[in-house]
């Protein structure tokens, strides 16, 4: 499992790292709350792939993984925050 975690954990952080470069496309003026609501949704989505490949990282280099199991709830979390994310921008007028 050593070598295709660390493939995974290396793919993971490379997705992240585009993810996380590439400019976001604004068409139009938008209010503070579309902005607020566009930042928070492009940074969970490369903290998605960041703390998906720090996941697989992490699994690979403790002993014992059930010790590590809470940090799963990371990228979970970070995929919640932009699910709501773009409800909210869904639901702007």
Do not use: Q, Y
């Amino acid at each position: 499992m050593t070598v295709v975690g660390w493939a995974l954990a290396a793919v993971c952080f490379l997705v992240g790292a585009r993810v996380a470069l590439a400019p976001t496309r604004l068409e139009g003026e938008l209010s503070g709350a579309d902005r607020l609501l566009v930042a928070v949704h492009d940074a969970s989505r490369a903290g998605f792939w960041l703390a998906l490949s720090a996941a697989f990282v992490g699994f690979n280099l403790v002993k014992n993984a059930f010790e590590f199991r809470w940090f799963v709830m990371v990228p979970i979390g970070m995929a919640a925050l932009r699910l709501l994310s773009s409800v909210g921008l869904s639901r702007r007028p």
